[in-house]
């Protein structure tokens, strides 16, 4: 069964980036997508988009497209997720899940990285 | 987008009760549809995948049925590890959209 390990919980200011990684193992990178999801305090899942390590085609979700860059690093079987122009309203858990693409969901997740975006 | 949408957004329920939480879809997702389970301070995790099929390792008193635009998760006998959130996501076309959950609350 795969494992995903994502970076530490971070503060950013308001204008600021933040690029989450997250590192797989016990399975081939490549065979999978990575999606990325995050959950602001007390509220549901919101999916922000998808990358496959395959050949790095993406899909963002619009809500933040312009802002939002998803890489991977086949070398090191690591996928990120960088988030620029923060606001308030991007402090949230963010998650990485291994994506089947359009057949089986999302099996297997990280443990979630907290980004707290305050001044 | 395709918008999800869940009922209830909160079910109170006992130990050994029969629970179905229900998931609308705006448009038509085929079977392409996924249940999570999430309890408080952790990541999601895969119950059903394809409307109906069970993930490796989920008990069987979780099931799932459904096409099109209607979904049912069932919890035949609810257990004190079943009280958490749960949501429904369609993956037939992109964005994925997650329905908004379901509490499931000790009654």
């Known amino acids: 069964q795969g494992q995903l390990v994502q970076s530490g919980g971070e503060v950013k200011k308001p204008g600021a980036a933040v690029k989450v990684s997250c590192k797989t193992s016990?399975?081939?990178?490549?065979?999978?997508?990575i999606s990325w999801v995050r959950q602001a305090p007390g509220q549901g899942l919101e999916w922000m988009g998808w990358?496959?390590?395959?050949?790095?085609?993406?899909n963002y979700a619009q809500k933040v497209q312009g802002r939002i860059t998803m890489t991977t690093d086949t070398s090191t079987s690591t996928a990120y997720m960088e988030l620029r122009s923060l606001t308030s309203d991007d402090t949230a858990v963010y998650y990485c899940?291994?994506?089947?693409?359009?057949?089986?969901?999302?099996?297997?997740w990280g443990q979630g990285t907290t980004i707290t975006v305050s001044s | 987008d395709i918008q999800m949408t869940q009922s209830p957004s909160t079910l109170s329920a006992s130990v050994g009760d029969r629970v179905t939480i229900t998931c609308r879809a705006s448009?038509?997702?085929?079977?392409?549809l996924a249940w999570y389970q999430q309890k408080p301070g952790k990541a999601p995790n895969l119950l059903i995948y394809?409307?109906?099929i069970l993930e490796s390792g989920v008990p069987p008193r979780f099931s799932g049925s459904g096409s099109g635009t209607e979904f049912t998760l069932t919890i035949s006998s609810l257990q004190p590890d079943d009280f958490a959130a749960y949501y429904c996501?369609?993956?037939?076309?992109?964005?994925?959209?997650f329905g908004q959950g379901t509490k499931v609350e000790i009654k």
């Open positions: 016990n399975y081939t990178f490549t065979d999978y997508g």
């Open positions: 990358i496959s390590p395959y050949n790095g085609n993406t």
């Open positions: 996501q369609q993956y037939n076309s992109y964005p994925w959209t």
């Open positions: 394809k409307a109906s």
């Open positions: 899940a291994r994506d089947w693409g359009a057949t089986n969901g999302m099996d297997v």
């Open positions: 448009q038509s997702v085929s079977n392409w």
